[in-house]
């Protein structure tokens, strides 16, 4: 019993400590709206994750789709297309805003947020983006909420991210308050030109 007990120990004050270190890796991020400086590093983390992240799930779960079979093309059309929306949202940033979190110690990019007011109240993220070196330090739930608290009188924003092969995604979002709604619309086409609704949910955080 007695060894028993000393390992539960070790175990109690492993986790003690991997909690401060969680803690403290969290800390030195830094949440702010991206400038110039930034949109190349940006687009760097947005490439490095859309590979590692996205063409795994598309190649598993969407292989019924053109973007399935040949991930690669359409995510670095993505990443292109991407370079003009970030461009547009680092020189205007009112309707639509783009966060960094960024690790001042270690002089990289955790993280990404692009937020864009849809309607008066009503917000959208369109795109979430954290590095696979910083998920689980609570990095992503501070830049959702930064997002949300830059704009005034928000009444609700939405996301809709995919359906399946995406569990710890949709996870994250009910963890932080978003409810699901139901399936995304069916009247919306993406730029892969599936209807929403084959693809995603559609989740909502009520303020």
Known sequence: MLFRSKIKVMKIKFIICLGFVNLALGSNVQIRLANKSDLEPLLQLDYDVSFEYFKPMYQ???????????????????????????????????????????????????????IEQIFEGDLELELLLIHSDYRRYGIGKRIVYEGINSFFGVKRCYVQPFRFGNEKTLSFYEKIGFKRLGLAPSNKINSYGVPFSDLYFNYCYEL
């Not at 690669?72 to 292109?80: G, M, N, S, Y």
Request: glycine fraction near 4%.
């Open 60 to 114: 598993e779960y969407y292989s019924q789709f053109e973007f399935g079979k040949n991930p690669d093309k359409f995510l670095l059309d993505e990443v292109r297309v991407d370079r003009e929306i970030f461009s547009s949202a680092i020189n205007l940033q009112d309707e639509s805003k783009l966060f960094c979190a960024y690790d001042q110690d270690k002089n990289k990019y955790a993280g990404l947020l692009l």
